[in-house]
């Protein structure tokens, strides 16, 4: 199956994940500037009112880069809803969205009828984050247009599956479009999506050391530093599962080998002030690949140096 027309612009076959406090407008223009698919958590806006800020400056953005550069024209760019019933701002967010008409939205904990039928009510797409088979049929029969398996190794929550079982039970009864998320943070880790029969890489952690993201400096610098070892998976924070910096959890006096469990009914993450705020302003989210990011650069600059490594893997294939 071809990919819906709202990908027609991409420049790699990449979805920016979005970001619990780290993506904002800035990240998400130089994503789409770039020609990939920027993209950010509505609840990143606070107070809620901002939302609507945010999607004017980068609606506006993006169209005078069209303008100036009819030759490139940026990608578009999603918004991410948490559907779970603990985000109160739900409503709100997507009439928001409607009024910009988001060309892709991003769902994630829970899969929701009205909601995709909203998105679709506009032209958008729906892409629903999974962590199994069995959340993936049961995004698909609920109406969202495509998937993104969130396999083991990919930052903040995550499934324990490998992406090779992932996609190929997915891609069983499922031809729609589909972008994997876990480790990718190289031109060749795309190709291998695409080869392992993904459509897309969604990748978020390695945008986490640039020069646009809204995270503070220590974070960046830790992400340089560290490598796969440096991660634990721990549903200690928000009551499921995640990987995160063993560092952040040291910074903040605990062990991260030796953390209890956490239990799931009291998980709150859409709340400023709940447990989920404080982990990701604290102890911070990443995935296992990030042993390829060695420095801070501009997203721009990342992305032309996916854009490399995806051809040089390509035609090494060729050979």
Known sequence: MSLPPVFDKLRLPVICSPMFIISNPQLVIAQCKAGVVGSMPALNARPASQLDEWLAEITEALAAHDRAHPESPAAPFAINQIVHKSNDRLEQDMAVCAKYKVPIVITSLGAREDVNQGVHSWGGIVMHDVINNVF???????????????????????????????????????????????????????????????????????????????????????????????????????????????GSIRNAGMDPDNLPQSDPSKMNFATEGGNAAKAWRDIWGCGQGIGAITEVVGAGELVARFAREYEAARARLAL
């Open 136 to 246: 993936a049929h049961k995004a698909i029969e609920k109406g969202a247009d495509g998937l993104i398996p969130v396999a083991a190794g990919a930052g903040g929550h995550a499934s324990a599956k490998s992406p090779f079982a992932m996609v190929q039970e997915i891609r069983q009864w499922f031809d729609g479009p589909l972008a994997l998320s876990g480790s990718i943070a190289s031109g060749g880790a795309i190709l291998a999506a695409q080869a392992m029969g993904a459509d897309l890489a969604y990748i978020g952690s390695a945008f986490i050391a640039t020069h646009e993201a809204r995270a503070v400096e220590g974070y960046k610098q830790m992400i340089v530093e560290s490598n796969s070892d440096d991660i634990v998976y721990s549903n200690f924070y928000t009551g499921i599962l995640g990987n995160y910096l063993k």
